[in-house]
């Protein structure tokens, strides 16, 4: 077993030298001279945050208090229910091509689009058109987490860390708040901004990080945050098969929930992908997956 994975990690190399050459000699936008300096295998760690509470909290939600998150936030909360299958994320990751940020698979390239991330998170209040960027004059640290929390400055100063480089918030101080909060709407910011930073961005495990909530801060513009999910998954990627190992930085949910899109085998009337009531997360997360098999087998299967 062994010998025929190592045979398809360096047949993949074998590809992807092939296709650098070819994509070189047809004049694109490969510079002379570019050689690819990849692993020919990366160790990608998939570590999570732990996610129980957020399901927790979101079951016990009342219908009403759901409605509101999926009219301001989309349909976030169905990625709860997705199991990160850590077999073929590793297997996934050996295909990315770090020359053209896309996966490679013999001579296919495949990669997630803005059109398709828009569609899973299905999100009525953001403008495609309208893509986030970081503001010159911006409001510090505690006065966003003020307007976002509904919170005093005392209350919000108390609990900032600083984890490194980034200040953040510990998961346990928002956890706490979401159960206690009076404010419906808050309550629903708040966990939707948790989201956001324990697993659309988990730069910091435990913590929601100062990037993460200078992002949430401008949804309220009705701003779009596909591309930057996007971009962070690429880089992702992109700084783990460069170096030969790391930890993806990215949502593994989503990735997954995307790849499987292009490979799902169920009977659709085709009026449904347009309907306003169709949503392809939700019937994503309800097809049933098989979770027992090896990244040896996804390797020769990709």
């Not at 970081?134 to 919000?156: C, D, R, T, Y």
């Not at 591309?227 to 962070?232: D, F, G, S, W």
Request: glycine residues 4%; contains cysteine.
């Amino acid at each position: 077993m062994e010998n025929k994975f190592l045979d398809k990690v360096e047949n993949n190399a074998v590809v992807r030298i092939w296709l650098e050459k070819t994509q070189l000699e047809k004049g694109d936008s490969l510079s002379e001279g570019y050689t690819s300096e990849l692993w020919d295998f990366t160790y990608i760690s998939v570590r999570q945050n732990n996610l129980r509470e957020l399901k927790e909290i979101w079951a016990q939600w009342d219908n009403e208090t759901k409605q509101l998150f999926y009219y301001n936030y989309g349909d976030l909360p169905d990625l709860l229910d997705i199991k990160v299958d850590e077999h073929l994320f590793r297997a996934l990751a050996q295909f990315w091509n770090f020359a053209y940020s896309c996966f490679t698979f013999g001579e296919v390239d495949l990669v997630p689009t803005i059109e398709e991330y828009t569609a899973l998170l299905r999100c009525p209040r953001i403008q495609a058109d309208k893509v986030y960027s970081k503001a010159v004059n911006i409001p510090n640290f505690v006065k966003k987490l003020m307007n976002i929390l509904g919170m005093s400055e005392q209350w919000v100063s108390a609990r900032v860390k600083q984890k490194g480089d980034s200040k953040c918030i510990p998961w346990k101080s928002l956890c706490d708040l979401i159960l206690v909060h009076l404010d419906t709407k808050k309550k629903v910011d708040i966990f939707a901004l948790s989201i956001f930073g324990l697993m659309i961005f988990p730069r910091t495990l435990g913590y929601v990080d100062e990037a993460v909530i200078d992002l949430f801060d401008r949804l309220d513009k009705r701003v779009t945050p596909v591309p930057a999910i996007l971009a962070e998954a690429f880089r992702s990627l992109s700084a783990c098969r460069s170096t030969g190992e790391g930890r993806f930085i990215g949502c593994a949910q989503l990735l997954l929930v995307w790849f499987h899109s292009h490979f799902w085998k169920v009977d659709k009337v085709s009026y449904r992908v347009v309907s306003e009531n169709y949503s392809p997360l939700k019937e994503l997360v309800a097809t049933p997956r098989r979770d027992n098999i090896t990244m040896e087998k996804w390797m020769a299967i990709l």
